[in-house]
Protein backbone atom coordinates (compact mmCIF):
# COMPACT_ATOMS: atom_id res chain seq x y z
CA UNK A 1 0.00 0.00 0.00
CA UNK A 2 3.08 2.27 0.51
CA UNK A 3 3.53 2.48 -3.42
CA UNK A 4 0.50 3.50 -3.67
CA UNK A 5 0.07 6.28 -1.40
CA UNK A 6 3.30 7.46 -2.34
CA UNK A 7 2.08 7.37 -6.45
CA UNK A 8 -0.95 9.01 -5.25
CA UNK A 9 0.77 12.00 -3.18
CA UNK A 10 3.25 12.29 -5.87
CA UNK A 11 0.61 12.88 -8.42
CA UNK A 12 -0.99 15.40 -6.21
CA UNK A 13 1.89 17.21 -5.23
CA UNK A 14 2.88 17.58 -9.14
CA UNK A 15 -0.47 18.74 -10.26
CA UNK A 16 -0.49 21.31 -7.35
CA UNK A 17 3.01 22.53 -7.89
CA UNK A 18 2.15 25.12 -10.22
CA UNK A 19 -1.02 26.35 -8.32
CA UNK A 20 0.82 26.34 -4.78
CA UNK A 21 4.26 27.69 -6.25
CA UNK A 22 3.65 29.42 -9.96
CA UNK A 23 6.60 31.42 -10.24
CA UNK A 24 8.64 28.84 -9.29
CA UNK A 25 6.98 26.69 -12.08
CA UNK A 26 7.14 29.43 -14.24
CA UNK A 27 10.70 30.14 -13.74
CA UNK A 28 11.56 26.13 -14.76
CA UNK A 29 10.30 26.84 -18.21
CA UNK A 30 9.89 24.05 -20.70
CA UNK A 31 12.18 21.93 -18.56
CA UNK A 32 9.16 22.34 -15.57
CA UNK A 33 7.45 21.09 -18.15
CA UNK A 34 9.25 17.54 -18.85
CA UNK A 35 10.08 17.79 -14.66
CA UNK A 36 6.41 17.46 -14.15
CA UNK A 37 5.47 15.01 -16.72
CA UNK A 38 8.00 12.76 -15.63
CA UNK A 39 6.71 12.89 -11.91
CA UNK A 40 3.48 12.15 -13.12
CA UNK A 41 4.41 9.12 -15.37
CA UNK A 42 5.97 8.15 -12.05
CA UNK A 43 3.25 8.67 -9.82
CA UNK A 44 0.59 6.65 -12.22
CA UNK A 45 3.29 3.87 -12.02
CA UNK A 46 3.70 3.45 -8.38
CA UNK A 47 0.03 4.20 -8.29
CA UNK A 48 -0.47 0.92 -10.46
CA UNK A 49 2.18 -1.12 -8.92
CA UNK A 50 0.93 -0.04 -5.24
CA UNK A 51 -2.79 -0.85 -5.86
CA UNK A 52 -2.33 -4.00 -7.85
CA UNK A 53 0.46 -5.46 -4.95
CA UNK A 54 -1.68 -4.28 -2.26
CA UNK A 55 -3.68 -7.10 0.17
CA UNK A 56 -7.32 -7.49 0.01
CA UNK A 57 -9.48 -5.66 2.72
CA UNK A 58 -12.84 -5.59 2.51
CA UNK A 59 -14.51 -2.19 3.98
CA UNK A 60 -17.85 -2.74 1.97
CA UNK A 61 -19.63 -4.44 -0.51
CA UNK A 62 -20.81 -2.76 -3.62
CA UNK A 63 -24.89 -3.60 -4.06
CA UNK A 64 -25.51 -6.14 -7.04
CA UNK A 65 -25.80 -4.89 -10.67
CA UNK A 66 -24.07 -1.58 -9.74
CA UNK A 67 -21.38 -2.83 -12.71
CA UNK A 68 -24.46 -1.17 -15.16
CA UNK A 69 -23.93 2.71 -13.61
CA UNK A 70 -20.31 2.12 -13.41
CA UNK A 71 -20.53 1.78 -16.99
CA UNK A 72 -22.89 4.69 -17.26
CA UNK A 73 -21.25 6.56 -15.55
CA UNK A 74 -17.64 6.01 -17.44
CA UNK A 75 -19.29 6.62 -20.61
CA UNK A 76 -19.70 10.02 -19.25
CA UNK A 77 -16.78 10.35 -17.72
CA UNK A 78 -14.39 9.92 -21.15
CA UNK A 79 -16.81 12.31 -22.68
CA UNK A 80 -16.43 15.40 -19.84
CA UNK A 81 -12.37 14.45 -20.50
CA UNK A 82 -12.65 15.24 -24.15
CA UNK A 83 -14.79 18.41 -24.09
CA UNK A 84 -12.10 20.43 -23.98
CA UNK A 85 -10.30 18.48 -26.96
CA UNK A 86 -13.27 18.69 -29.42
CA UNK A 87 -14.92 22.25 -28.48
CA UNK A 88 -18.71 20.56 -28.61
CA UNK A 89 -21.41 22.87 -26.69
CA UNK A 90 -20.21 22.31 -23.27
CA UNK A 91 -17.18 23.70 -23.91
CA UNK A 92 -17.53 27.41 -23.27
CA UNK A 93 -20.46 26.43 -20.93
CA UNK A 94 -18.21 24.25 -18.55
CA UNK A 95 -15.11 25.25 -16.98
CA UNK A 96 -13.26 22.14 -15.23
CA UNK A 97 -14.33 19.04 -17.63
CA UNK A 98 -11.69 17.21 -17.66
CA UNK A 99 -11.56 17.20 -13.21
CA UNK A 100 -15.06 16.37 -13.57
CA UNK A 101 -14.38 13.57 -16.10
CA UNK A 102 -11.80 12.46 -13.14
CA UNK A 103 -14.29 12.94 -10.14
CA UNK A 104 -17.35 10.94 -12.37
CA UNK A 105 -14.65 8.21 -13.09
CA UNK A 106 -13.40 7.92 -9.29
CA UNK A 107 -17.41 7.70 -8.21
CA UNK A 108 -17.81 5.14 -10.95
CA UNK A 109 -15.14 3.00 -9.51
CA UNK A 110 -15.94 3.16 -5.87
CA UNK A 111 -19.45 2.37 -6.35
CA UNK A 112 -17.80 -0.92 -7.86
CA UNK A 113 -15.20 -1.60 -5.78
CA UNK A 114 -15.09 -1.80 -2.08
CA UNK A 115 -11.79 -2.61 -0.68
CA UNK A 116 -9.11 -0.32 0.69
CA UNK A 117 -6.82 0.33 -1.98
CA UNK A 118 -9.82 0.85 -4.37
CA UNK A 119 -10.56 3.71 -2.09
CA UNK A 120 -7.54 5.19 -0.91
CA UNK A 121 -6.55 5.20 -5.31
CA UNK A 122 -9.95 6.40 -6.61
CA UNK A 123 -11.08 8.42 -3.90
CA UNK A 124 -7.84 10.18 -3.25
CA UNK A 125 -8.07 10.97 -7.01
CA UNK A 126 -11.74 12.56 -6.83
CA UNK A 127 -10.59 14.41 -4.01
CA UNK A 128 -7.10 15.67 -5.82
CA UNK A 129 -9.37 16.43 -8.63
CA UNK A 130 -11.92 18.70 -6.63
CA UNK A 131 -9.35 20.49 -4.66
CA UNK A 132 -7.59 20.95 -7.96
CA UNK A 133 -10.91 22.94 -9.18
CA UNK A 134 -10.87 25.03 -5.77
CA UNK A 135 -6.98 25.82 -6.28
CA UNK A 136 -7.63 26.81 -9.79
CA UNK A 137 -10.71 28.73 -9.06
CA UNK A 138 -8.77 30.97 -6.76
CA UNK A 139 -6.05 31.56 -8.55
CA UNK A 140 -7.53 33.13 -11.78
CA UNK A 141 -10.78 33.95 -12.84
CA UNK A 142 -12.28 32.08 -15.75
CA UNK A 143 -12.92 33.90 -19.57
CA UNK A 144 -15.38 30.98 -21.16
CA UNK A 145 -14.31 30.20 -24.29
CA UNK A 146 -16.54 31.77 -27.25
CA UNK A 147 -16.26 29.39 -29.91
CA UNK A 148 -16.52 26.15 -30.34
CA UNK A 149 -17.57 23.39 -32.84
CA UNK A 150 -20.89 23.01 -31.46
CA UNK A 151 -22.96 19.47 -32.19
CA UNK A 152 -19.87 18.37 -34.64
CA UNK A 153 -17.75 19.01 -31.59
CA UNK A 154 -19.93 16.65 -29.23
CA UNK A 155 -20.33 14.41 -32.33
CA UNK A 156 -16.61 13.66 -32.74
CA UNK A 157 -17.01 13.55 -28.70
CA UNK A 158 -19.20 11.03 -28.94
CA UNK A 159 -17.47 8.69 -31.00
CA UNK A 160 -14.49 9.02 -29.36
CA UNK A 161 -16.34 8.09 -26.21
CA UNK A 162 -17.26 5.05 -27.48
CA UNK A 163 -14.38 3.89 -29.08
CA UNK A 164 -11.93 4.89 -25.49
CA UNK A 165 -14.75 3.01 -23.48
CA UNK A 166 -13.93 -0.15 -26.35
CA UNK A 167 -10.53 0.30 -25.70
CA UNK A 168 -11.03 0.35 -21.97
CA UNK A 169 -13.40 -2.64 -21.92
CA UNK A 170 -11.30 -4.78 -23.34
CA UNK A 171 -7.63 -4.14 -21.30
CA UNK A 172 -9.97 -4.31 -18.11
CA UNK A 173 -11.06 -7.96 -19.98
CA UNK A 174 -7.32 -8.58 -20.55
CA UNK A 175 -6.45 -8.03 -16.98
CA UNK A 176 -9.13 -10.05 -15.71
CA UNK A 177 -11.91 -7.57 -14.90
CA UNK A 178 -14.52 -7.96 -17.40
CA UNK A 179 -17.04 -4.83 -17.12
CA UNK A 180 -19.94 -5.62 -19.06
CA UNK A 181 -21.32 -7.64 -16.25
CA UNK A 182 -23.30 -6.40 -14.84
CA UNK A 183 -21.86 -6.47 -10.88
CA UNK A 184 -18.71 -7.44 -9.62
CA UNK A 185 -17.72 -9.88 -7.26
Do not use: C
Not at 39 to 65: C, H, I
Not at 74 to 81: A, C, E, I, P, R
Not at 143 to 151: E, K, L, M, S, T
Amino acid sequence: MIWLILGLALWVGAHFFKRVAPDVRAGMGDRGKLVVTGLLLLAVVLMVVGYRAADWVSVYTPLPGMGHLNNTLMLVSLFLFGVGGTKGTLYPKMRHPMLWGAVVWAVAHLLVNGDQASIVLFGGIGIWALAEMVLINRSAVWVAPVNGRGIKGDAMNLVGTVVLMGIIALIHAWLGHPVFLGTYS
